[in-house]
T-cell receptor, first 111, second 117 residues
Framework: AQSVTQPDIHITVSEGASLELRCNYSYGATPYLFWYVQSPGQGLQLLLKYFSGDTLVQGIKGFEAEFKRSQSSFNLRKPSVHWSDAAEYFCAVDSSYKLIFGSGTRLLVRP | SAVISQKPSRDICQRGTSLTIQCQVDSQVTMMFWYRQQPGQSLTLIATANQGSEATYESGFVIDKFPISRPNLTFSTLTVSNMSPEDSSIYLC??????????????FGQGTRLTVV
């Protein structure tokens, strides 16, 4: 069965530091992969997505993610974190037009 | 991009009662999805609602507990029936635009925060 694993429940980084959020997936075919962000009291906003082609995907707000088929991973990165990036981040895989979400990683940003 | 409006944004309900959540989209979409996000948890798909057919429920969710309507291509409702405190969650409506290709993207409503007391 398809699944998404986000091994880190919480991550704390200092403002200005780099960030990497991990995501591993289990999917039989070529996956469609997504990263969403959920700020407190807000709905989900799409940061970026991977369908095919270039394995390094650029998204909004300075985020990028790299698809590594050999590792079944789609890690999210940002070179310099801003305080406004504090939120919950969800990795997801598209399975027959349905999204399967990981458990989420809560990002805390130290001033 | 689709704009989704959900009502109510939050509610506090007595156990044993039912609440109907409305989801309005500003464009016609084939599939609408209802998700549940329990406190501190990820999103779990409840069901997929296609216009003109019965909703398709995921494992662990049944129509009697979560009846869904889909009267047209821009609107859907989810009812949480005979509520118990375990139903306290955020319920989110979602639509997907695109045809499975690179332009495919899911959009989410702001969610309905339900507390059952």
């Amino acid at each position: 069965a398809q699944s998404v694993t986000q091994p880190d429940i919480h991550i704390t980084v200092s403002e200005g530091a780099s960030l990497e959020l991990r995501c591993n997936y289990s999917y039989g075919a070529t996956p469609y992969l997504f990263w969403y962000v959920q700020s407190p009291g807000q709905g989900l906003q799409l940061l970026l997505k991977y369908f095919s082609g270039d394995t390094l995907v650029q998204g909004i707000k300075g985020f990028e993610a790299e698809f590594k088929r050999s590792q079944s991973s789609f890690n999210l990165r940002k070179p310099s974190v801003h305080w406004s990036d504090a939120a919950e981040y969800f990795c997801a895989v598209d399975s027959s037009y349905k999204l399967i979400f990981g458990s989420g990683t809560r990002l805390l940003v130290r001033p | 991009s689709a704009v989704i409006s959900q009502k109510p944004s939050r509610d506090i309900c007595q156990r044993g009662t039912s609440l109907t959540i409305q989801c309005q989209v500003d464009s016609q979409v084939t599939m609408m999805f209802w998700y549940r996000q329990q406190p501190g948890q990820s999103l779990t798909l409840i069901a997929t609602a296609n216009q003109g057919s019965e909703a398709t429920y995921e494992s662990g969710f049944v129509i009697d507990k979560f009846p869904i309507s889909r009267p047209n291509l821009t609107f859907s409702t989810l009812t949480v029936s005979n509520m118990s405190p375990e139903d306290s969650s955020i319920y989110l409506c979602s639509v997907e635009e695109g045809n499975g290709g690179m332009n495919t993207e899911a959009f989410f409503g702001q969610g309905t925060r339900l507390t059952v007391v």
